[in-house]
């Protein structure tokens, strides 16, 4: 049984060349949109070089056959190695495609041969602004199918950092949609094993590597993830008197559900570096690359090279996760520097609470600092239409008093930020002026945050004697 089940009419191609525009004749332009199994809608277009979004969109939707709110769910990439641009309805691709070359130099530190050799492909991909609440009210299967094929590529690729036990839950549902349902007989180990890469991400099926292959050596075996994988596998519930077709929605609908629990699904991704702490007796640092993860509900920054302790796999894990509640923000870019997507937030140093300020190094800050603005703009919006729509407001109370922040403490869960990696800017202000580290917070050195009054973080007054680390 196979699990790529969507509906493909006869006009669509399995697999294609990644180039998205190809002349067919004097007046009509062919136009590859592909899905995140690398399948391809084949559009034929007229007057293509002033199609819109939106209009090429309803073409895709009525090529696989989706409903009229797909159109909400999902959006139209550009797509490279170098950079991933989510498109607005308005835009025109073609004239987009046209000024790629000039987008790469402006928002990445690639080569000129490597900017002049690449080339974007069109995806279609869940558009970064749909909620995730909306997502539990989608019953046609088709849009669920493709939600779950992307979810379940970026698992297998590392760009949602997940623990080992989710992961095999995670994988044990793809089992179940590309293998039907468990037997015994046929679905062991051993068979597991052999295709492991399709259920698991790629740093827990690799094995004998690196450092962690020589601390298995002296001690305990590495893990066999496809143990795990088939015991997740036998646990997937099954309803006899339920069709394959509505077990299959059960089950997209499930594998969605525990992604939802990752902070950081349906982001959009940025590259960046931030500072490494100091280290050794010359202090040496040096900087880390990171992934800069944005979405409706907050900033994550995600570390892609850090190696964990023993008890956790290698692999991706969240160094900094802040809801926009809890964050203030800058994008500065002095003269002849680099650009910075500045983030402030709470937190303590040695057991006193300090502002602390992270510096993004990226000349794609501009594009993060533009995204969080409009994330926070939509969620205001959002709130204002539910206040309207809702019976009055009750009385209005005092806010609750600031909780103390906990005390850092190592966690072995890929999700839980680990702010004792970064390298910040810890400050207080006195009153008199800003200094590092004094026994009391009071301000933002920023004024760009979320306005609201109910938020436990708050925004006074700038100063602009700041000492820069």
């Not at 797509?79 to 000024?99: I, T």
């Not at 003269?335 to 303590?348: Q, V």
Request: aromatic residues 8%.
């Amino acid at each position: 049984m196979e699990g790529d089940r969507l509906t493909v009419p006869p006009n669509l191609e399995d697999r294609s060349q990644r180039s998205s525009i190809s002349s067919t004749g004097p007046r009509t332009l062919d136009v590859l949109v592909y899905l995140i199994n690398d399948a391809v809608v084949r559009l034929t277009v007229d007057n293509l070089p002033s199609a819109t979004v939106l209009e090429l969109h309803r073409l895709i939707r009525d090529a696989l056959r989706l409903p009229e709110y797909a159109l909400e769910v999902f959006s139209l990439w550009l797509v490279s190695p170098l950079l991933e641009v989510q498109l607005k309805p308005k835009h025109q691709p073609y004239k987009v495609c046209r000024q790629w070359h000039d987008l790469l130099f402006r928002f990445t530190s690639c080569s000129e041969d490597e900017i002049f050799e690449d080339e974007p492909s069109l995806q279609l991909r869940r558009n970064v602004f749909f909620p995730k609440r909306k997502e539990l009210q989608i019953q046609d299967e088709g849009v669920l199918q493709l939600l779950y094929e992307e979810a379940k590529y970026n698992i297998l690729e590392g760009r949602y950092p997940c623990d080992p036990a989710d992961c095999e839950m995670l994988g044990a549902l793809v089992c179940r949609l590309n293998l039907g349902p468990y037997d015994p007989g046929q679905h062991t180990a051993c068979f597991l094993k052999e295709k492991l890469d399709s259920f698991l991400p790629s740093h827990l099926c690799r094995r004998g590597h690196g450092l962690f292959s020589a601390l298995w050596k002296r001690g305990t075996r590495p893990p066999a993830y496809e143990q795990g994988l088939l015991h997740a596998y036998q646990m997937v519930p099954e309803d006899g008197a339920c069709e394959e077709n509505a077990a299959l929605h059960r089950h997209y609908r499930a594998y969605l559900q525990k992604c939802h629990e990752l902070p950081y699904y349906g982001c959009a991704f940025f590259s960046g570096e931030i500072d490494k702490p100091s280290q050794g007796f010359l202090h040496r640092g040096g900087r880390k690359a990171v992934s800069v993860a944005i979405s409706l509900e907050g900033v994550y920054i995600i570390d892609s090279k850090e190696k964990l302790s023993v008890s956790v796999s290698p692999g991706q894990h969240v160094l900094l996760g802040l809801h926009f509640q809890e964050l203030s923000w800058d994008h500065t870019f002095p003269s002849e520097e680099e650009h910075i997507l500045w983030l402030e937030f709470d937190g303590e140093s040695e057991g006193t609470a300090v502002n602390k300020l992270l510096k993004v190094y990226s000349k794609q800050a501009e594009l993060m600092s533009g995204l969080i603005e409009y994330c926070i703009e939509l969620n205001a919006a959002a709130e204002g239409d539910l206040i309207d729509s809702s019976t009055p407001p009750p009385e209005p109370q005092s806010p609750p008093a600031r909780r103390p922040h906990p005390k850092l403490q190592r966690q072995n869960s890929v999700l839980c930020s680990r702010i004792q990696h970064l390298s910040t800017i810890d400050y207080v202000d006195d009153g008199k002026e800003i200094r590092r580290v004094k026994p009391r917070r009071t301000v933002s050195f920023f004024g760009r945050q979320l306005s609201n009054t109910a938020t436990s973080y708050s925004a006074v007054r700038g100063a602009e004697n700041l000492e820069q680390g």
